[in-house]
T-cell receptor
Framework: DTEVTQTPKHLVMGMTNKKSLKCEQH?????MYWYKQKAKKPPELMFV???????INESVPSRFSPECPNSSLLNLHLHALQPEDSALYLC???????????FGPGTRLLVL | AQSVTQLGSHVSVSEGALVLLRCNYS??????LFWYVQYPNQGLQLLLK??????LVKGINGFEAEFKKSETSFHLTKPSAHMSDAAEYFC??????????FGDGTTLTVKP
């Protein structure tokens, strides 16, 4: 099973709202990733968690706050977002070698 | 440092024709190379990967790619295009540590 699940599929939020994106995998992977993807562009790496510790933060604004409660779950907490943050947010996971990433279906976020 | 260049942001083929999507990479160490496909409003699906075993790699949906070190290329091919192949294709390179670099993507259109 190479499935990564993400909820919700779609999210509309105002600039003052607080919301969370959730990602789950049951492949025993110990690395998990958040990416942001704008239309017709490649995914941009935001965060990497390795063994539940944040290992890479690509200078993402503090209005995005990641959390890895356990080895299967990854959350992205959103607060005071801007309209330009509207995008597809993708989660991925990879095994011990961290070379092959498996992606979830994404959450389509619209910030009004 | 690593980089990926996908030649041709748009490729159009007729149904039944050969598909050739070009990818060149730059890496200071032996790379892992990947092709992903993305259908509208979906996540990235792994098509195939090169991880230093056989240089000709077969993937899903009839796609294959050949790693050519001398040309620093990893072009994706399929002998006969199908309408369902119309999608966005991304080439990616990883040198470990969880950080992948994606090309800008190629939109494949298949004409009936």
């Amino acid at each position: 099973d190479t499935e990564v699940t993400q909820t919700p599929k779609h999210l509309v939020m105002g600039m003052t709202n607080k919301k969370s994106l959730k990602c789950e995998q049951h492949m025993g992977h110990r690395a998990m990733y958040w990416y942001k993807q704008k239309a017709k562009k490649p995914p941009e790496l935001m965060f990497v968690y390795s063994y539940e510790k944040l290992s890479i933060n690509e200078s993402v604004p503090s209005r995005f706050s990641p959390e890895c409660p356990n080895s299967s779950l990854l959350n992205l907490h959103l607060h005071a977002l801007q309209p330009e943050d509207s995008a597809l947010y993708l989660c991925a996971s990879s095994g011990a070698g961290q070379e092959t990433q498996y992606f979830g279906p994404g959450t389509r976020l619209l910030v009004l | 440092a690593q980089s990926v260049t996908q030649l041709g942001s748009h490729v159009s083929v007729s149904e039944g024709a050969l598909v050739l999507l070009r990818c060149n990479y730059s890496s200071s160490v032996p790379p892992y190379l990947f092709w992903y496909v993305q259908y509208p409003n979906q996540g990235l699906q792994l098509l195939l990967k090169y991880t230093s075993a056989a240089t000709l790699v077969k993937g899903i949906n009839g796609f294959e790619a050949e790693f050519k070190k001398s040309e620093t290329s990893f072009h994706l091919t399929k002998p006969s295009a199908h309408m369902s192949d119309a999608a966005e294709y991304f080439c990616a390179v990883t040198i470990g540590g969880g950080k992948s670099t994606f090309g800008d993507g190629t939109t494949l259109t298949v004409k009936p």
